[in-house]
């Protein structure tokens, strides 16, 4: 593409959307930088990655997407990180939905059938404007073609017909079964189709289910590469989840633990947790025993042992919680987990008057676009230092605004969540009461409540 687009991303497992992305205004080499936990269903296809331009005035445009089905992401089991191209979108290949069938082999003394009865389909694509399609089925076979009636305005369209043809004795020739949006007056939108092989019919001499809708032939696309590339990093993970009771022991030691460190040594086990946990899963491990201690009711407490297993390993204050240590990605998912609401309330409204307003923001003047400036007929162009001036007025006032929201929502910051800070600062003082460390206190609470709270949780949003 040419000059720039406003590009966001949407992605979507099988056919539901389910990601939003931020829009990046101005650019064609956009950063988003945004991470998603999503938990998908059993039977799930494929995750697709679309790249949209927004427009204000009109429907988005779509630039190009990015498909990874499930058994692409099966193949790397420690996860894809890379560059993909983005393809072009065929409305062939945009298909959903499924269709109940039923084939069978009918003998008879005089002949053999093959005997198709469409039921059903369900969560077909919606083609027609008024959110719905007029769908209808083609079968084919052996070259003949019979279609069944048209349902009007439905993705849930029931026909219960039945079609039946001269049985072709090689059992060369496939069954194929299409469903098509009727139109009255452009030409009929394509929703998808089943392919049966009938060889494989002469054992049971019959099969009946529901069928996934699949595309068409695709298109060979003369864009392939040419549409840009979309940077991603996947990680496909089966997870199974017992019923409570399993964990039941595991819990009750870890809370014992907890309660008896608290005033005490730190513990064996949370110390072998920490010192054992790789890189890797550090944040998978930090985030589940968060959950475990606030259930629980004992997560400053955890947090608390965390931070003095710490300071036992710190002899520099600069360096301190700046790695991503145990007690450094515990906090952060306990800030998430406890704060999410809070942050909402406090961040909200400036980020919500950001996306309204829409205003062009450029600081670096290699990336300022010049354009025209003025109204009621008098234009000019606006120099570069105007528009960057402009800018640093722009992002001052968001600024000052989300300073302001912060420090005013003191009384509304979750009890947990100070008691928590209270107690990081209590620690940090004992370890480092010299004068000459006198803002480390300070900078260990701001350390996690700016950078790691509210400026990286800006930042996804």
Excluded at 92 to 107: A, F, P, R, Y
Excluded at 251 to 274: A, N
Excluded at 415 to 429: D, G, K, M, N, S
Aim: net charge negative.
């Amino acid at each position: 593409r040419t000059g720039s687009s406003d590009p966001y991303c949407i992605v979507k497992i099988d056919d539901e959307t389910i990601i939003r992305t931020a829009t990046v205004w101005k650019t064609l080499s956009p950063f988003w930088g945004e991470e998603y936990k999503v938990h998908l269903p059993p039977n799930f296809h494929s995750v697709s990655f679309y790249v949209m331009d927004e427009d204000a005035l009109s429907r988005d445009d779509v630039i190009g997407k990015v498909c990874l089905t499930r058994n692409t992401l099966a193949e790397y089991p420690k996860g894809y990180n890379g560059w993909m191209n983005l393809t072009e979108i065929d409305p062939d290949e945009e298909v959903q939905g499924e269709i109940h069938l039923k084939i069978e082999i009918i003998n008879s003394e005089l002949s053999r059938k093959l005997r198709c009865t469409v039921f059903e389909a369900r969560d077909l694509a919606r083609k027609d404007r008024n959110g719905a399609s007029d769908p209808f089925v083609r079968v084919q076979y052996n070259g003949k073609i019979q279609e069944s009636s048209v349902v009007k305005k439905s993705c849930y369209p029931r026909w219960n017909e039945t079609f039946e043809f001269e049985l072709d004795e090689s059992f060369n020739e496939k069954l194929t079964i299409e469903v098509w949006d009727w139109d009255l007056v452009s030409k009929n939108d394509f929703l998808g189709k089943i392919v049966i092989n009938v060889n494989g019919l002469q054992k049971d001499l019959q099969e009946e289910g529901w069928f996934r809708l699949s595309p068409g032939k695709s298109k060979a696309s003369m864009d392939e590469g040419n549409l840009g590339s979309l940077q991603l990093q996947v990680r496909l993970r089966d997870e199974t989840v017992l019923p409570s009771d399993y964990y039941k022991p595991l819990v009750e030691l870890l809370c014992q633990e907890v309660k008896t460190s608290y005033k005490e040594k730190c513990g064996p086990l949370i110390t072998l947790i920490d010192e054992t946990t790789s890189a890797e899963c550090r944040q998978e491990v930090a985030t589940n025993l968060v959950k475990i201690f606030l259930g629980q009711g004992l997560a400053k407490e955890f947090l608390d042992l965390l931070f003095r297993l710490e300071l036992e390993k710190t002899n520099e204050p600069n360096t301190l919680f700046r790695s991503n240590s145990l007690a450094s990605k515990s906090m952060e998912s306990f800030l998430k987990v406890a704060g999410t609401q809070y942050l909402h309330n406090v961040v909200g409204p400036t980020i919500n008057r950001i996306f309204e307003e829409k205003k062009y923001i450029e600081l670096d003047p290699s990336k300022v676009e010049i354009k025209e400036a003025g109204c009621s007929g008098l234009h000019r162009i606006q120099t570069e230092s105007e528009l960057i001036l402009q800018s640093a007025q722009y992002l001052q006032s968001y600024l000052t605004d989300l300073l302001i929201a912060i420090a005013k929502s003191v009384n509304t910051c979750p009890v947990t969540i100070r008691a928590t800070f209270r107690q990081l600062y209590r620690r940090v003082e004992e370890c480092f009461p010299e004068n000459k460390h006198m803002n480390v206190k300070f900078i260990a609470v701001t350390s996690f409540l700016c950078l790691r709270f509210f400026l990286s949780c800006c930042h996804v949003s």
